[in-house]
């Protein structure tokens, strides 16, 4: 039982670590103080929601609906590219709009929850990792699969929390202008990055 529940979180956290779109968001939600508690509990919401598909049979599904995939896929390289544009006009502005609490172009709370979801549920990363992977390695745990689920969930937890709370305490010093620069910078070219992975992915599958 303890086995599957921290071979869970090793795998979890192993997926979640690297950098994205849903951890650079919930980067600069924290660093702009804008309700970085509710960013990290959708974004832990929805992993356990995929991870929890994937494990009890979601991912085999996923896996023979390759036109879902491409879906997805198309789906989520307009909006990178679209979320991208705008992290780069923030680089370029001549007195960029700043990360603090009063600022009056803050972002609504349902703008908010739209992204999150957005950078979530159409990346298809997410689906590949969190479904495809966690759950091929979960079903092999048999009985104790939950246990298995409820570890890699745990990691999800820890770590979009940790992310959103740190960048919130040091908000102090990555909202001047020169860091907010160079977040927006990072943020833009990972989204445009893991579109054009994606889109070339998508291509490839296209005319394979």
């Not at 979320?83 to 609504?108: C, I």
């Amino acid at each position: 039982m303890l086995v599957a529940y921290f071979q869970g979180i090793i795998l979890g956290m192993a997926m979640i670590l690297p950098i994205g779109p849903q951890n650079a968001f919930v980067l600069s939600q924290g660093i702009r103080r804008q309700y970085p508690v509710m960013v990290a509990a959708l974004c832990a919401i929805s992993d356990a929601i995929l991870i929890s598909l994937g494990v009890f049979g979601g991912g085999a599904l996923l896996a023979q609906s390759p036109l879902l995939l491409q879906l997805v896929t198309w789906a989520g390289v307009v909006f990178l590219l679209w979320y991208g544009w705008g992290a780069f006009r923030e680089v370029f502005k001549p007195n960029p709009d700043t990360f603090s609490m009063d600022n009056q172009t803050l972002h609504t709370r349902y703008r908010i929850i739209a992204t999150v979801l957005a950078v979530t549920w159409l990346n298809p990363h997410v689906y590949l990792d969190t479904v495809v992977v966690l759950g091929s390695l979960g079903e092999q745990f048999g009985d104790l699969r939950l246990w298995f689920v409820i570890g890699a969930i745990t990691a999800s937890i820890i770590w979009f929390f940790s992310l959103a709370l740190l960048a919130a305490w040091m908000a102090p010093w990555l909202q001047k202008s020169q860091a907010q620069r160079g977040i927006n910078l990072v943020v833009g070219t990972v989204m445009w990055v893991i579109a054009i992975q994606l889109a070339r992915h998508a291509l490839s599958g296209l005319f394979a």
